[in-house]
Structure formats: structure tokens, C-alpha cells
């Protein structure tokens, strides 16, 4: 049997808001193709570059700042450095000049209003989020397609599927294997999959590079917590996070995120005051996401909120000591979940709706927390099942094609529901459970295949066209 070998960090990877397959993902793109111009030694004899967009990343592109990331990718920023405060005024700097420099110091002309074109009525073959770049050399050009498949992956047209498969010590292709390798080495799954990413760089380099991903994630919600106004796109939404944050926190004196999640720790809230941090952590992410803030891809953008808002959760009220080794756990359980629904399924809203975004990361959450609560790798399991089988069929659709409404609300729903499905996991012998996670997968993929195009990310069906944008 064949196994795809995916690492957890092609789940968590830093990322600009606000959509992983609508902004990190055609801002990679653009990164990649220049690159092979330059490796084919033509960058330099580029004289016109136009930017086609196609399905999902035309109909609710603009939304998404598709046009933004591919200009910011065009004047050679990088998702991981970019000054996020500085986006406005390096997107007004081209819309004004018009010109870009690919090359040293030649500029070529390049106007987004008339260089980026959203095909809206046409959708290619191979997934709905899909682009086409053309480098113009006089009467000659350079064509590549490129498809962003959800949480930053994209895939060029015409790559060929790597033959050797990669040599990992408890291969995986379904969380049934997973469990097999669990069960037959007396291992947790956190276990597993740490022997598994050492394949790829070194114990200690797997756990420092989990904590940097988590360090993002902290920094995330901490800014989230504490900036008020009104989020960018037109729909003039208030950011509520820094709201309750100062609603809910009865110390003060703190500088920085750890003394912040400190002052959280050190006070005993009532059930309804931790159900109130959970959802403040989770808007606090997403309001940061909506204002093209960095982030982490969780498995997506649009669902970054819901892991750290239950990591938070826990750290914050488990009564339990800060332990890094505890995130490392959660992390690696978290992503190796989330990495069975993208072989198996899709974590693109454009291609499975907010089932495969908001759905997965539930379900990435609550196996993550159910195994550092104390959970078996078969409870933990289970706990996965229990939150995505309560997100089965949710649809993606944003209004004005923002992700904003419905989207920052629901992570905060997802993360209570990977809570609650932890809760009753640990609370339950797994084997009387009637629904395996495996089984849940493949009725999600089932369900995304059937799913109507109106309700993923097109902005064609659902709250997208029965709200009017112009009453809210």
C-alpha cells in the first residue's frame, strides 16, 4: 500500500491574512514562477506580465486580497518578513507608479486594475482555485497554471508525482494506521508522529520549530486581544476580541503575552467567564486575520482560531503547569490529524466548504487535547470524530466574500465544540463508539463532493446573498 508522507508543518505554516488559498497560496505561486524564470535565465527579458484568475480565487478573490498578495509577491515581499503595518502603503505605492522591478534595477510596467484579471465565469478542470501567469517577451511568452489547494499548498500544472516515497519509520495514510503503529508500540500519537517528522530534520529542531509555529499563535491572539476599531473590506465590522479581553481580566500588570496569559491563569473564572476566553481567544486570531495580520495556517486562515484558542484554553485553565512539552504534544497530535483529511479529503473551502476548514480544525483540536488531558490514542481518535462529525456539511459562505462573516465566529464555535468533543471522548470507552474517525473522512469528502458550487467560498448561495452587504 502507498503512503503520502506529509509533514505537520505543511499544516501550520506562517501565513498573511486573510485566506490561506486566496492569499498564501497565489503569493507562493507568484513566488515560484519568478523563480523559474530566473532559473531559466529570462527574468531579465520580461517586458509585460499578466495574471489571470480563475472559479473561487476570481469570484471572491477581491474579498480575499488575491490581487493584494499577488502584488506583494510581485514587488518581492515574503509572507514570513513582510511589515504587515507597511501593506497599505506598498499596495498604494504600485497602484499609484505602476511599475515593478523584477530585475536589479529595470522596471517593467504593470497596472493591477488592468494586469490582474478575475475570470469569473470560467473554471478550470482541475480545482476551482486555480491561476494563470504569462511573461510577455515581446511576440514570445512564458505560461505557467498553478492551483492553491487549501492551508498555502499549490501545485503547478504539469508536475509529476514524486515515485519515492519517503522512508518514515510508522508510515501513515489513514488515522487506522495511525492507531495500528499506536497500539502495537505501546505509543502515544504525539509519539508516533515525532519519530515520523525526525525523517525530515532533528528531534530537537521538530520540537524549537513546533514552538516558533506556537510562538506565532500567541503573538496572534495577544495582538488580537488588544487592538480596537473597525476591520478593512467595507462590511465596517467592529473587533470585539480587545472587548472582552478587558471585560474579562481582573489583573493588569503585564508587558508582554506570557505575562498576559499569567494574569488570565492566576484567577478562578466562573464556567461562563471561560466559555467568554475561549471565544476571545479564537475572534482575536481571526480578527488579526481579517486585517492582514501573520498568522499560522490552522489547518487554514480562515480556521487559525480554533488551535490556539483550545491550546490557550488549556494552558490558561487546566490548573497545570506551563509546559512546553505539553504544546509539542498538542501540536504534533493537531497537525497529523489534519494531515489525514488532506490526503484523504480537502481542507479548501473552495473545494469542501467551511466543513474542511472550520470542521477540520475542530477536529485537529480536540484529538490534540483529548491526548494531553490524558487520553488514548483511540479516544483521541474518537474525540477528532466527534467534532468533525458535527461540522459535516457546514458551507463556505462569505459575505462580500470576506472572511469575516460567518467565518471569525465560527472559530470560536469550533473551538468549543473540539472542547466539548475532548470531554466526551475521555468520558467514554472508544470502543463502543459506532463512527470511526476514518469513516467520518470519508463521508466529509463525500459530503464536499456533493455539495452545491453556490456554497464553496463563491459567494454565490447561503448568508452571502441573502444578507444585504449594504445594511451591514
Not at 492551508?151 to 489513514?174: M, V
Not at 472550520?358 to 467534532?387: D, F, H, W
Not at 465560527?410 to 470511526?436: H, Q, S, W, Y
Request: aromatic fraction near 8%; glycine fraction near 8%.
Amino acid at each position: 500500500m502507498a503512503y503520502e508522507a506529509i509533514s505537520i508543518f505543511d499544516i501550520f505554516k506562517i501565513s498573511i491574512g486573510p485566506s490561506s488559498s486566496h492569499t498564501l497560496g497565489p503569493w507562493r505561486a507568484i513566488q515560484r514562477w519568478l523563480k523559474e524564470i530566473e532559473q531559466n535565465g529570462e527574468l531579465h527579458l520580461i517586458k509585460r506580465i499578466q495574471i489571470k484568475l480563475y472559479g473561487s480565487l476570481a469570484l471572491t478573490g477581491r474579498g480575499h486580497y488575491t490581487d493584494k498578495a499577488i502584488c506583494l509577491a510581485l514587488l518581492g515581499h515574503k509572507p514570513e518578513t513582510i511589515d504587515t503595518e507597511k501593506i497599505p502603503s506598498y499596495i498604494k505605492g504600485l497602484s499609484t507608479n505602476k511599475r515593478i522591478s523584477l530585475y536589479k534595477n529595470e522596471f517593467i510596467d504593470f497596472d493591477p486594475l488592468v494586469d490582474i484579471i478575475f475570470e469569473t465565469n470560467e473554471i478550470l478542470p482541475y480545482h476551482p482555485n486555480a491561476m494563470r501567469c504569462r511573461a510577455y517577451y515581446g511576440k514570445e511568452h512564458y505560461e505557467s497554471i498553478f492551483y492553491s489547494t487549501g492551508g498555502g499548498t499549490i501545485e503547478e500544472e504539469g508536475d509529476k508525482e514524486d515515485a519515492s516515497i519517503p522512508d518514515l519509520p510508522f508510515p501513515t495514510s489513514k488515522p487506522k494506521d495511525l492507531l495500528n503503529h499506536c497500539e502495537k508500540n505501546s505509543a502515544s500519537i504525539s509519539e508516533i508522529v515525532l519519530q515520523n517528522e525526525s525523517f525530515w530534520q532533528p528531534q530537537d529542531k521538530v520540537k524549537q520549530s513546533i514552538l516558533n509555529k506556537w510562538k506565532e499563535m500567541k503573538e496572534c491572539a495577544y495582538r488580537g486581544c488588544h487592538i480596537q476599531g473597525i476591520l478593512p473590506g467595507g462590511l465596517n465590522l467592529k473587533r470585539y476580541a480587545s472587548e472582552f479581553n478587558k471585560s474579562l481580566l481582573h489583573f493588569n500588570n503585564y508587558n508582554n503575552s506570557d505575562e498576559w496569559i499569567d494574569c488570565i491563569r492566576n484567577y478562578n473564572y466562573s464556567f461562563n467567564e471561560t466559555l467568554q476566553w475561549i471565544s476571545c481567544f479564537a475572534l482575536a486570531v481571526n480578527e488579526e486575520n481579517a486585517n492582514l495580520s501573520r498568522m499560522v495556517t490552522a489547518p487554514t486562515n480562515g480556521s487559525a482560531g480554533v488551535i490556539p484558542s483550545v491550546l490557550l484554553f488549556h494552558i490558561c485553565f487546566s490548573g497545570k503547569d506551563n509546559d512546553e512539552l505539553e504544546i509539542v504534544k498538542f501540536l504534533l497530535v493537531a497537525g497529523e490529524i489534519g494531515t489525514f483529511f488532506k490526503k484523504n479529503a480537502t481542507i479548501s473551502g473552495a473545494m469542501g466548504g467551511c466543513q474542511a476548514e472550520i470542521g477540520v480544525a475542530s477536529a485537529m483540536a480536540a484529538a490534540a487535547l483529548c491526548e494531553i488531558r490524558g487520553g488514548t490514542p483511540k479516544q483521541a481518535l474518537n474525540a477528532a470524530e466527534i467534532a468533525m462529525e458535527h461540522h459535516l456539511g457546514m458551507t463556505c459562505d462569505p459575505i462580500g466574500g470576506l472572511v469575516q462573516i460567518p467565518c471569525i465566529e465560527r472559530n470560536a464555535m469550533g473551538a468549543i465544540k473540539a472542547i466539548n468533543a475532548a470531554e466526551l471522548a475521555l468520558e467514554r470507552d472508544p470502543n463502543d463508539a459506532k463512527v470511526t474517525l476514518d469513516e467520518v473522512i470519508d463521508t466529509m469528502w463525500e459530503t464536499a463532493s456533493n455539495m452545491s458550487c453556490k456554497y464553496k467560498e463563491t459567494s454565490k448561495g447561503g448568508l452571502a446573498v441573502t444578507v444585504n452587504i449594504t445594511e451591514c
